[in-house]
């Protein structure tokens, strides 16, 4: 368990760009590094974190320690992951306090944006390509893609939305269905 600790503190002091560019240094600890759970395990558990309230990263660690050691494997994932962020931010906001005093802050932060969206494309990239696994799953992926992005509906209604069709889906395709 103290190895899970370690990894999820590690994550997060390197993952900068919030839950969603933690994304892919978490599945490379967990996945590959590690070998705790395997490809389709993560991708299912990415999809439960987003699915409840909270952050993805916190619930993200939240589910891994649960499910490799119960509730004290939940409780030093998060708190792993939690203490960095303490951390950074507190040392962020000193600096920013000293640094606006004799600079205009607006070209660091104009950095900074592009970089986190580069961490959260790479992200949703690679997680994208693994969960793609079939001529299903990559006309879905278009199909959502194309509707949240014309319609913006609310991630409520996108998630229980897919996972309807999903399971309607495997229904069909076990012969449960029609």
Known sequence: MISLFLVFLKIGFFAFGGGYGALSLIQDEIVYVNQWLDLETFIDLVSVSQMTPGPIAINSATFIGYQLHGVGGAILATTGVLLPGILW??????????????????KIFEALRVGIISLIIAAALRIGMDAITGIFTA????????????????????????????????????????
């Open 89 to 106: 931010v507190s040392l962020l906001l000193k600096l920013l306090s000293l640094v606006s005093k004799k600079y205009e802050t607006s």
């Open 139 to 178: 006309v879905f992926f278009l199909v959502t893609f194309l509707v949240v992005l014309r319609y913006k509906p609310p991630v409520f209604w996108v998630i229980i939305g897919t996972g309807m069709i999903g399971v309607i889906f495997e229904l069909i395709s076990n012969g449960l269905l029609f």
